[in-house]
């Protein structure tokens, strides 16, 4: 156990990891009268949370969690309402594309899973197609259609977030990469902390930590393997509207669209090169350029267009590629949330249901139990101990 | 990786090119890369035809005709016309070129990448008869073009009296010259001046001209506003002191740059130490008077290893060619020692009149007194001064969470025209150190870069589709 000193800052929830995930958790504590923290290394919103696509789409989500994405989704498009200011949620059509007979088949099979899941999917042909995009390359044979799709311009989110965050007293430390998590004999937990915060102490801790979950749980000595997907986005400078859908290919490897401001962005998940403990990413000039290719295959007016700038960020992902959110065994009041497949999208919706969990709500996070990775894996869930 | 020569040089200026000449004559495989149509730089840039029978020849023009003589006879391969897009440690070097793209690689880099100019906002500082004083220098110089008819000359450095003097020559009329600098800070300049006769002498000379057109100037002020009146500007002019009456004259032209920094692209590109000269005003790569950064193999010279003009430039591309061969065991440290001593002992006399010259281009806080709420200062993605004071009234305490929150620096500049702002409202409001805030996160491409370069005539089928992500 750790020595704590009178100046400690005590919280009823100190939640580590401040992107989407850690964030909404933060937020709805806070708000539930809570004292919370949300205490980030660097700055909120500055990692996945603040540099991902920002597409709300459904074609390309792990099937799995489409009931969760569509509801995410409809909370970016009321940000208003709960997170107290519109973020440019922009909801669209999308459409995946198939330039090939294999392609035609995969967006029938994908379509099928999807639609069995509550996405409102139809495939159609690839004239169809064309008259719901008339920007898309004439080669194209079929897609599937998805009413409910669109996306968010990312960077805003984070100040929006860090409006709500202060309105609901919630303490923001920044700065203060957390080193180490110890139990207390007497309950919670005490945090250590690098910054300005020195260590809080905390009755209830959540790990957010996104790619670096793996570092999280392991100060507790849990071992859960997660892997780090190194994903790349293009974006151009402003051109003239050339497009008016989020638009993807058959096997998930584009995402395009085309912002208020005239920008397009490019990504579907195209690699890069990176070290989460260093820092640091490097761009594989060849990805960079198959990304664009695919991209101006897709929407041909592209080739018009200049690249302004390429980035990578740091997407998590399990053994399963399904989240972890919940209650970690054997440890009371310690909680996770992450590795959530195109997290962004659902990300304020599971964000808020880890805070129902949280203060005691019966919600279903069966499927997302850590349980299913740790060693020490522990049947009885802390609500029955 | 294999390589295509022992060392690849970026920015074929005065310090890229003497790095190259020094460098090949101590046997070693050189490849020069500039994205300018001829080698020369800033400073001696290739004039063109027009300029050549309209402006008088100058010690500068000389200059730059012999350096690239002496290229031209060297055989070193420069790559001119090809602008460096990324580079990545290693060191491979991705360089567009018209609609192509070409890749190298070398075990050793230099940077040699010049100055970038720097810009503080004002009111209808967007209007287009407000250019950079630099952008100007440039113009009159290569162009042999006029900015306007009557140009007000404004900012700091002297950048000023060397624009004003070239208006003049071209026949066009300089309505004032408005200077950041006290006319005390212009004395304590002088007075090392000693030490570089040639610039001496030549500021004096375009002192004397001045004067004899009595054109007015004015120390410790800076621009406030430029108002469009049919095809002319209202420039109104104010005391920077604190005393003194807005003055405001009529003119077609305003040339406005605040001093240059170094551009750091390449050494933030490949994470090099960075150190924030507070004198200066500025970030920095950290380097040796040689050269050598924190990276092994990177090399920094020239302006780009902080301002400190032509003459410097020329020493310390001489030092980074001999510290190269050194280094890559061409020459051994005696060797070494004795070609570098007269060259050092040459710098270091420059480089008091330099230092000082820095201070002089270092318009410390002057974004603050000179915008309204409203006023833009990303002119890229129209981000007004209040939009960035939000932001930062709701939280953002780091640079790039500014950006993020504002888009102030991600249009096709990059941030190059507003950092220096963003760094002092930010600094300002969270009294924090400017240093402390940190610069902008440098991402490829450099400069933006077609689409069709990038990729360039393909079929659907050459493009490596990665396999199908999970359902
Ligand atoms: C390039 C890219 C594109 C994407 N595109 C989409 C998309 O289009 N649609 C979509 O729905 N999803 C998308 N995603 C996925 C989505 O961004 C993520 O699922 C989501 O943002 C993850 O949120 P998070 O809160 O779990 O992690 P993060 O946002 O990464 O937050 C983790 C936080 O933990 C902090 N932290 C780490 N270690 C410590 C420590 N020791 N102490 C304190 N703090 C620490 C970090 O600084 C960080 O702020 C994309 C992801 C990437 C990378
Ligand atoms: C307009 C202007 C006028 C100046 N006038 C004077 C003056 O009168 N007297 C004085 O002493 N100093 C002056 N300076 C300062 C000037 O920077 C230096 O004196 C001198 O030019 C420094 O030489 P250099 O070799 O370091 O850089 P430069 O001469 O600037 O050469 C750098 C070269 O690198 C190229 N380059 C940069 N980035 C890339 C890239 N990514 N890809 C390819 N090529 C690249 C540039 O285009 C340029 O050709 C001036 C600067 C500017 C900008």
């Known amino acids: ?385 | 990786m294999k390589h295509d020569c022992d060392c690849i040089i970026v920015g074929a200026g005065v310090a890229g090119a003497m790095t190259a000449l020094v460098a090949q004559r101590h046997g070693l495989h050189v490849i020069v890369v500039d994205d300018n149509a001829t080698p020369g730089g800033q400073v001696y840039r290739q004039p063109s035809p027009y300029a050549r029978a309209h402006v008088p020849a100058d010690a500068e023009r000389r200059e730059g005709d012999h350096l690239r003589d002496k290229l031209r006879t060297s055989g070193i391969e420069i790559r001119s016309g090809h602008s460096v897009w990324s580079v990545t440690a290693g060191f491979r070097v991705e360089l567009c070129h018209d609609e192509a793209m070409a890749s190298l690689s070398a075990p050793v880099l230099v940077g040699a990448t010049g100055a970038t100019e720097r810009f503080h906002p004002f009111e209808g500082w967007t209007d287009p008869a407000v250019t950079g004083l630099a952008a100007a220098s440039i113009l009159l110089r290569a162009g042999g073009i006029l900015p306007g008819q009557r140009t007000v000359v404004a900012g700091s450095g002297p950048l000023l009296f060397s624009v004003a003097h070239q208006i003049m020559e071209l026949g066009g009329e300089v309505a004032a010259i408005v200077d950041t600098a006290s006319t005390a800070q212009w004395a304590r300049m002088g007075a090392t001046l000693v030490l570089d006769a040639a610039r001496m002498g030549q500021g004096l000379a375009w002192m004397r001209e001045i004067r004899r057109r009595k054109i007015p100037i004015h120390h410790r002020a800076c621009v406030r506003s430029v108002t469009r009146r049919g095809s002319v500007v209202d420039v109104t002019i104010r005391s920077l002191a604190g005393n003194g009456r807005d003055v405001t004259i009529a003119a077609d032209a305003v040339a406005c740059g605040y001093g240059l920094r170094p551009s750091t692209d390449l050494s933030r590109l490949l994470h090099a130490r960075h150190d924030y000269d507070g004198a200066a005003g500025y970030w920095q790569c950290a380097a040796d008077p040689y050269g050598r950064s924190s990276i092994d193999g990177f090399y920094v010279s020239g302006d780009g290893a902080g301002i400190r003009g032509a003459s410097v430039a020329r020493l310390r591309g001489i030092l980074s060619g001999h510290a190269i061969a050194h280094d890559m065991g061409r020459i051994d440290s005696t060797t070494f020692a004795d070609l570098c001593r007269p060259v050092l002992s040459r710098l270091r006399r420059l480089d008091v009149v330099s230092r000082q010259m820095v201070r002089l281009m270092n318009p410390g806080g002057i974004v603050l007194a000179n915008t309204e709420a409203d006023t833009p200062v990303c002119r890229c993605e129209r981000v007004s001064r209040a939009t960035i004071e939000q932001a930062i009234d709701d939280g953002a305490h780091e640079i790039n969470q500014v950006k993020s929150w504002t888009r102030c620096g991600m249009g096709p500049c990059q941030g190059r025209m507003c950092e220096d702002s963003v760094r002092q409202l930010l600094a300002h409001r969270t009294h924090q150190g400017p240093d402390v805030v940190g610069h902008y996160t440098t991402r490829m491409p450099l400069r933006p870069l077609p689409v069709q370069a990038v990729t360039g005539t393909y079929t659907y089928a050459d493009i490596p589709l990665p396999k199908a992500a999970p359902l």
């Open chain 1, 1 to 385: 156990m750790s020595v704590r000193t009178s100046s400690t800052h005590r919280y009823d929830a100190v939640i580590i990891g401040s992107g989407v995930m850690g964030a909404t958790t933060a937020l709805m504590l806070g708000r539930a009268g809570l004292k919370t923290a949300l205490v980030d290394r660097r700055s909120i919103f500055r990692e996945a949370s603040g540099v991902n696509a920002g597409t709300l789409t459904l074609h390309m989500i792990r099937a799995g969690l489409i009931p969760h994405a569509m509801r995410g989704r409809e909370m970016w498009l009321n940000a208003r309402e709960w997170l107290g200011r519109d973020v440019g949620a922009t909801a669209t059509p999308g459409l995946s594309l198939a330039f090939t007979p294999a392609e035609c088949e995969l967006v029938e099979q994908r379509a099928t899973v999807r639609r069995e899941m509550g996405a409102p999917i139809e495939v159609i042909s690839g004239a169809r197609a064309r008259e719901i995009e008339p920007g898309a390359n004439p080669d194209v044979l079929a897609a599937a259609y998805c009413p409910l799709d669109g996306f968010i311009p990312t960077y805003v989110v984070g100040q929006a977030y860090a409006r709500a965050l202060a309105q609901a007293g919630v303490d923001v430390l920044e700065d203060c990469p957390v080193s180490d998590v110890t139990p207390c004999d007497g309950g919670g937990y005490d945090i250590v902390t690098g910054g300005r915060a020195g260590m809080v102490h905390g009755t209830r801790v959540v790990f957010a930590g996104g790619v670096w979950l793996q570092r999280m749980l392991a100060w507790l000595g849990l071992n859960v393997r997660i892997r780090c997907l190194i994903n790349q986005l293009v974006v151009t400078e402003r051109m003239p509207p050339v497009m008016n859908n989020v638009i993807s290919i058959a096997n998930g490897l584009l995402s395009l669209k085309q912002f208020q401001n005239g920008t397009v962005l490019i990504g579907g998940g195209w690699q890069g090169e990176g070290n989460i403990d260093e820092g640091g990413t490097r761009v594989i000039p060849e990805n960079l350029q198959g990304n664009v290719r695919l991209a101006r295959h897709t929407i041909p007016r592209l080739d018009q267009s200049r690249i302004v700038r390429v980035w990578l960020g740091l997407e998590s992902e399990t053994d399963d590629a399904m989240p972890i959110i919940g209650s970690i065994p054997t440890y009371d009041n310690a909680f996770v949330i992450g590795c959530v497949h195109s997290g962004f999208t659902s990300g304020p919706y599971m964000g808020a249901l880890l805070a129902r969990h949280i203060l005691g709500e019966d919600v279903d996070l069966a499927a997302f139990d850590i349980g299913r990775f740790t060693a020490m894996a522990s049947p009885v869930s802390q609500e029955e101990k």
